[in-house]
């Protein structure tokens, strides 16, 4: 199975602009999760979502959010650009299993992106 | 709550020594514990995980321990190897609405040669 995918890779923005991020997870996973990491820093998390509907919510400002397709492939948008959301921002999958989603979450190879 | 602490931030061995790091969970309920390897610029790998229905796992040179009572968990590298250097996060499952994983601040390993 191909593993979760993000694209783009790079992105460089200017502040006060907005920008969509994305994410497919693995075949067959149902949960997509998404977190921020800044340079040195652990991974802060956004949100989950899980059959089109968002599950769980971390403590980030109404700038960003996030949807989820039918597919299971999610997007994650910044609007109003801030130069402190210069970030490397990861998605997770999760799989289902038995109707229950799955512990073991996949990590994504993240967008790198830069604010100026 | 939502907590999961985890100590030393950073640990510097020197090769073919032994490194521990410390995790401790606030959820009693909480019943599935993995641990992530993020070796620089590449995505957090899940290196190995352990269920509360065991108190020890061991996979090679790395091992997990789980102590229910004291709500923590450790992960033990021994014969420790340059390429063991990366961050390294624990999480543990937050079992409270839908089911949702909580990491650890993480700890920067460094081995030495």
């Known amino acids: 199975k191909a593993g979760v995918t993000q694209t783009p890779r790079y992105l460089i923005k200017t502040r006060g602009q907005q920008v969509t991020l994305s994410c497919s997870p693995i075949?067959?996973?149902?949960?997509v999760s998404w977190y921020q990491q800044t340079p040195g820093q652990g991974l802060q998390f956004l949100f989950e979502y899980f059959s089109e509907t968002q599950r769980n919510k971390g403590n980030f400002p109404g700038r960003f959010s996030g949807r989820q397709f039918s597919n299971s492939r999610s997007e994650m948008n910044v609007s109003t650009l801030e130069l402190g959301d210069s970030a490397l921002y990861l998605c997770?999958?999760?799989?289902?299993?038995?109707?229950?989603?799955?512990?073991?979450?996949?990590f994504g190879p993240g967008t790198r992106l830069l604010v100026l | 709550g939502e907590n999961v602490e985890q100590h030393p931030s950073t640990l510097s061995v020197q090769e073919g020594d032994s490194a521990v790091i410390k995790c401790t969970y606030s959820?009693?309920?909480?019943?599935?514990f993995p641990w992530y390897k993020q070796e620089l610029g590449k995505r957090p790998q899940l290196i190995i995980d352990?269920?509360?229905?065991?108190g020890e796992k061991k996979d090679q040179r790395i091992a997990v321990t789980l102590n229910k009572t004291a709500k923590h968990f450790s992960l033990h590298i021994t014969e420790t190897q340059p390429e063991d250097s990366a961050v390294y996060f624990c999480a543990a499952i937050l079992n409270t609405g839908f089911q949702k994983l909580v990491f650890g601040t993480g700890t920067r390993l460094l081995v030495s040669p």
């Open positions: 997770a999958s999760r799989a289902l299993a038995g109707g229950l989603v799955q512990e073991t979450q996949y």
């Open positions: 959820d009693s309920a909480s019943n599935y």
């Open positions: 352990i269920r509360s229905n065991v």
């Open positions: 075949s067959g996973h149902r949960s």
